[in-house]
């Protein structure tokens, strides 16, 4: 066998893949009211003439006649109905816009955010999905809905943006088209109330359709498709020149400052991409934010990573080296830093360890934020304890006043103090640390019952005990929060390092599910469930008892798309379950439905992360689990392969040596008998011609049997035609003898991929068949010739032809032509030639020639012939 | 030849031995029969055979390893009788040193063709004059001078097929497979190349034969190998 044989068909490998991504075309404006949906409207109907079909999914004409009237004629799907706090609000329907499937579909305002219960919260993510399953879309953006430059329109133009658009969605479109208009013209169709109803046009032309503000959004979105254009253009030269697109190493690096600015991010973003660079945002956590600041961390890593930043966090105690060692492995060169205070000792030791990195100080705009401040979540209970317990040490030392030495009652208020620090954390030690030197001054501190203080000295007592309580407060609740940090993190590492030794040992799918479902549990306290195709056509079953509230539509879409779905993610995020792909190398294994007792947990950072680990774990395993099942089955099949192959040669061997035997002996004595002059060796003759026949017909019997028991394996090889048709011409020796062959083969006939001795046994028998209903005499011509990307070859006599009628039965085991046809045979001979033709894909067809007999044609596959690569004629 | 020949046939069905030593009888050769493989390997070693006829499936062990032990010692020809299904236990009797193959069931006349055609071949080989000039048809081939001629013109062979050829030549009457021509004449790295063979086959009959897709001389034995007739 030759390496073409095991070279996948890609002919199987193009139909196993997903259909071609559909392509997005872009209107792009300045403004509304510049005519965006008039012109896609104005462009599906050019498209609708044409004859292609295409469906409006969405379009809101806000009452303009002009726009109405381009919509006349164009099929439009119905829009959804979802109730939302008593409201009933439209949506567009994604799922029976992928069941219409059209050519081209039209969903106007991309920035749109979607009805909450709706599969994705943004439009342009539905739009994302219409993409991947195949459907041309045409949809329309503004230039301030582009993430990017979202900072800058609300600068300029003093309106805040809500909903975005992230730039890769309009970087990848298939193509922009800007739809231009010029201030002037805008200002005067809004004016018409062409734009808005005139009560709110009014409202807009004081606010946002300023002239100023116009020119600068018309430049901005010219300057963007500039951009995008010019970005085009080098990347196609790029191509044409076979060199990199970006062939430097630069590489930026945003350091996201503790307030998690998103001013700082979008810049990165722009400057990035003017750069054509990648870039990486990091967080260091030291240890000592609370959790208010991860949430706004959190968030921040999210819009840079929907940037196209990869995110890290990273935490220890050197921030400096943390960052040379990220930077040296990433190949960075430029650190982005947006900071309130100048951080001078990092720089400094980053700038020792780390020459050749530039670092950029981000500008901060004087902007209004409208952030929220920051509530801090202590629990009330640390704050009145620690009250309680510094009064409770005022009582304690009231009484003994004149025994102790101030200094020695100050140590039970420090007591105190690093009590809080441990309990409860930063503040409430600061607040015990306060209340201490007020209480110990007031109560304790000549003279008593006054803030006064007689002697100086207690004044170095008191600066002394409060720097001790806040610096042992700082130092012992950051020592908490890292321990328990590095406490969860140990968790996690345990239950991967545990979880994985325990699949490593699985043998069965139902034991990966239930060790999956007892770490997470005994970890997370989380309940799953794995769902896992069954079958031909991948449905989906739940291995265990379904969870409460499982919907299996988002199972389904989530083992189709192979991205996680639920809460925490961008697709339905309203679900309370999290809902994750087992994705293994060569596919998805299933899914892995996760709900937590807390939902919110889902979308922390380090539990997320545990999640997908689990869940790669799992896929992987199962993946293994499906190997070994495929390795165990072909060994039974080789099995099974080896036995009917040895009863095969025992039951040939058996056969054959009586036969032997028989016609030998016979021939012998009909020698002699002939040798003698006896009249009985004629006799002897016909029983030796009966025990031949009989030779052959088992002959034939045990081929038919060795073709169709199990796979016939082939051994396929390069052959001329040549040698094929003289190697069945020399097989049939004396069967031709009556009859005139021609053989007529093209001079440069390709080769033939086969299994030698099977495609001679087929000619053979055709040939066989051409002399048996064709008088002695007459001609048998073989002819062979590529043609139309196959290799022909035909054998044609000029004998009785085929019976008329259908002639499909004649390839069928054990019939022939005629039934009570003096010719001998049983009629095998074709039906092994049809089943030597189909193993080797080849077509064998019959038809009767117009001027008389039979003709038989074998078409064979003709492939990339081989190549004599050898050194020739050393 | 003066003194008659002996055959020795290892086989272990008596019908079968019966109509084989008739058959060679018939040809005026002395028969020697054994019936197992140790029997057969005995004979060999006493009765020095001129020929052996050996059936490859005996009750005692497969019949190649015999001919394995026997080629240590005995340069014989040997003609192997196979009644498997397929080509593999003849191309491994091939390999091991049998000079040709019969599949079960034979004709009688065919039987004794081959032992005519062995016969000769030894006798020629083991001859005192071995002729430098090398004639089948109307061509002839010069072992001494390397020139070939058809009809006393000269034909030029390419030095690969003049290599394949000549192999051909040494081994006149005897099956090769693929794997021993490959091995002589590409070398010992192109083993799995048949195609190369088939191909410089075909070039080699064009130039040879009368009608390259009805060989009367360079002979295709299916699955198999290839042989120069010997007559």
């Known amino acids: 066998m030759t390496d073409d044989d095991r070279r996948p068909d890609p002919d199987a490998l193009l139909a196993s893949l997903p259909p071609a991504r559909g392509r997005l075309k872009l209107f792009f404006g300045a403004a509304p009211g510049v005519g965006k949906t008039y012109a896609m409207l104005a462009e599906a109907q050019e498209k609708r003439a044409a004859g292609l079909d295409v469906v409006v999914g969405w379009v809101d004409t806000h009452g303009r006649a002009e726009t109405e009237a381009m919509l006349s004629g164009l099929e439009q799907l119905p829009r959804l109905k979802r109730e939302h706090r008593d409201c009933e609000l439209d949506a567009f329907d994604l799922d029976a816009a992928l069941a219409r499937r059209p050519a081209i579909l039209v969903v106007d305002e991309l920035p749109h955010s979607n009805a909450p219960g709706c599969r994705h919260p943004k439009r342009w993510q539905d739009v994302e999905e219409l993409l991947a399953a195949g459907i041309d879309v ?10 990017s430059l979202n900072d800058v329109v609300s600068r300029v133009t003093g309106v805040v943006v809500s909903e975005t658009v992230p730039d890769h969605v309009f970087d990848q479109a298939d ?22 109803l005139p009560e709110v046009a009014q409202r807009a032309a004081a606010n946002f359709f300023r002239k100023g503000n116009l020119i600068a959004l018309r430049e901005l979105a010219l300057r963007r498709l500039a951009d995008r254009v010019d970005s085009q253009i080098r990347a196609q030269r790029a191509i044409q020149d076979h060199t990199p697109v970006s062939g430097s190493n630069f590489g930026l690096l945003l350091l996201i400052d503790d307030d998690g600015n998103e001013d700082a991010i979008r810049q990165c973003a722009r400057l990035a991409r003017a750069l054509e660079a990648p870039w990486h945002a990091i967080w260091l956590d030291d240890g000592r934010q609370h959790d208010a600041v991860h949430d706004q961390v959190q968030a921040a890593l999210k819009l840079a990573a929907e940037q196209g930043a990869v995110t890290l966090v990273q935490s220890g105690r050197d921030n400096a080296r943390l960052l040379a060692d990220y930077v040296r492995r990433h190949n960075l060169s430029l650190l982005a830093l947006h900071r309130q205070s100048y951080p001078t000792r990092l720089l400094r030791t980053l700038k020792r360890q780390v020459p050749e990195l530039h670092v950029l100080l981000l500008a901060s705009p004087d902007r209004h934020t409208d952030r929220k401040p920051l509530r801090l979540g202590w629990p009330l209970r640390g704050w009145w304890q620690t009250v309680l317990l510094c009064l409770l040490v005022t009582v304690v030392a009231l009484p003994l006043r004149g025994l102790l030495e101030p200094a020695n009652q100050v140590m039970l208020y420090l007591l105190v103090v690093l009590w809080s620090a441990v309990r409860y954390g930063r503040a409430p030690a600061a607040l015990a640390a306060v209340l201490a030197v007020g209480l110990f001054d007031f109560f304790l501190v000549p003279p008593y019952l006054t803030f006064a203080v007689s002697d100086v000295q ?7 005990m409060l720097v001790v309580g806040l610096v042992a407060g700082q130092l012992v609740a950051s020592q908490r929060q890292s321990a328990d940090m590095a406490q969860q993190r140990e968790a996690h590492t345990r239950i991967l390092f545990e979880l994985s030794r325990d699949l490593g040992q699985a043998l ?3 034991q990966v599910g239930e060790a999956t479902a007892r770490y997470l549990h005994s970890g997370l306290g989380a309940r799953i469930d794995l769902w896992r195709p069954v079958g031909e056509d991948d449905h989906l079953q739940p291995q ?9 539509a988002i199972v389904r879409w989530c083992f189709d798309h192979g991205e996680a779905a639920g809460q925490g993610t961008t697709t339905l995020p309203n679900s309370p379950l999290l809902y994750l792909p087992l994705k293994a190398p060569m596919r998805t294994r299933g899914v892995l439905v996760l709900s937590l007792p807390q939902p919110a947990q889902l979308s922390d950072f380090a539990t997320r992360r545990l999640c997908e680990a689990v869940a790669a774990l799992a896929a992987q395993t199962l993946e293994r689990l499906h190997y070994i099942d495929v390795a165990q089955q072909t060994l039974l099949n080789m099995e099974a392969e080896r036995m009917r192959h040895s009863l095969l040669a025992a039951l040939s061997h058996d056969l054959r040596t009586p036969l032997t035997a028989l016609t030998g002996n016979t021939e012998t004595l009909a020698r002699k008998l002939q040798r003698a002059g006896s009249p009985f060796s004629d006799d002897v003759l016909l029983l030796q011609q009966q025990g031949q026949r009989i030779a052959r017909l088992v002959t034939n019997l045990l081929e038919m049997a060795q073709l169709q028991v199990g796979s016939m394996t082939l051994k396929k090889e390069w052959l001329p035609v040549e040698e094929l048709v003289g190697g069945a011409i020399a097989a049939l020796g004396g069967a031709l003898d009556g009859h005139i062959l021609r053989t007529d083969i093209e001079p440069d006939c390709p080769l033939i991929h086969g299994d030698p001795v099977l495609l001679e046994r087929l000619l053979v028998n055709l040939v066989e068949n051409a002399a048996k209903y064709s008088r002695a005499g007459s001609e048998i011509r073989i002819r062979c010739a590529g043609e139309n990307g196959c290799i022909v070859l035909r054998v044609a006599d000029q004998g009785v032809g085929l019976p008329p009628g259908d002639i499909g039965w004649l390839f069928h085991a054990f019939s022939r032509g005629n039934r009570e046809s003096s010719v001998s045979g049983v009629g095998l001979g074709l039906a092994i030639c049809r089943t030597i033709a189909d193993a080797h894909e080849a077509r064998l067809e019959a038809e009767n020639l117009p001027g008389g007999g039979a003709c038989f044609t074998l078409t064979l596959p003709l492939l990339a012939q081989p190549s004599l690569d050898f050194p020739q004629e050393n | 030849m003066g003194i008659a020949s002996t055959v020795l046939i290892v086989e272990d069905d008596v019908a079968i031995r019966r109509f084989v030593r008739a058959a060679l009888e018939e040809e005026g050769l002395q028969v020697v029969e054994a019936g197992t493989m140790s029997r057969g390997l005995i004979e060999a070693a006493t009765r020095q055979p001129d020929l052996i006829i050996l059936d490859l499936g005996l009750p005692d062990g497969n019949g190649i390893n015999l001919l394995k032990d026997l080629r240590g010692w005995a340069s014989v020809p040997v003609i192997v009788l196979s009644a498997r299904v397929g080509e593999t236990d003849k191309i491994q ?37 071995q002729s430098s000039l090398e004639r089948f048809g109307a061509v ?12 006393g013109a000269p034909l030029h062979l390419t030095k690969l097929e003049y290599r394949l050829l000549s192999t051909l030549i040494a081994h006149r009457g005897k099956v090769l497979t693929h794997r021993q021509l490959l091995n002589e004449v590409w070398g010992p790295a192109y083993i799995e190349h048949t195609h190369y063979l088939r191909i410089y086959m075909t070039h080699l009959r064009q130039k040879v034969e009368d009608n390259a897709s009805q060989p ?13 007739a010997a007559e």
């Open chain 2, 93 to 129: 009797a091939l390999d091991a040193g049998a000079d040709d193959y019969l599949t079960k069931p034979f004709s009688i006349g065919e039987l004794q063709a081959r032992v005519r055609a062995q016969l000769r071949r030894h006798a020629s080989r083991n001859g005192a004059v």
């Open chain 1, 544 to 552: 265990q008892q379904s969870l409460p509230g499982t919907d299996s």
């Open chain 2, 216 to 228: 009367r001389w360079l002979l295709t034995e299916t699955g198999i190998g290839y042989r120069l």
């Open chain 1, 138 to 147: 045409y949809s329309a953006m503004n230039v301030q809905h582009l993430d």
């Open chain 1, 508 to 510: 069965l799918e139902e």
């Open chain 1, 175 to 196: 193509e922009v088209r800007l739809v231009d208009l010029p201030p002037d013209d805008l200002l005067q169709r809004l004016a018409a109330g062409k734009v808005y």
């Open chain 1, 458 to 464: 207690y004044l170095i007592t008191f600066a002394v």
């Open chain 2, 140 to 151: 002839e081939v010069d072992l001494l001078n390397r020139t070939v001629t058809r009809n």
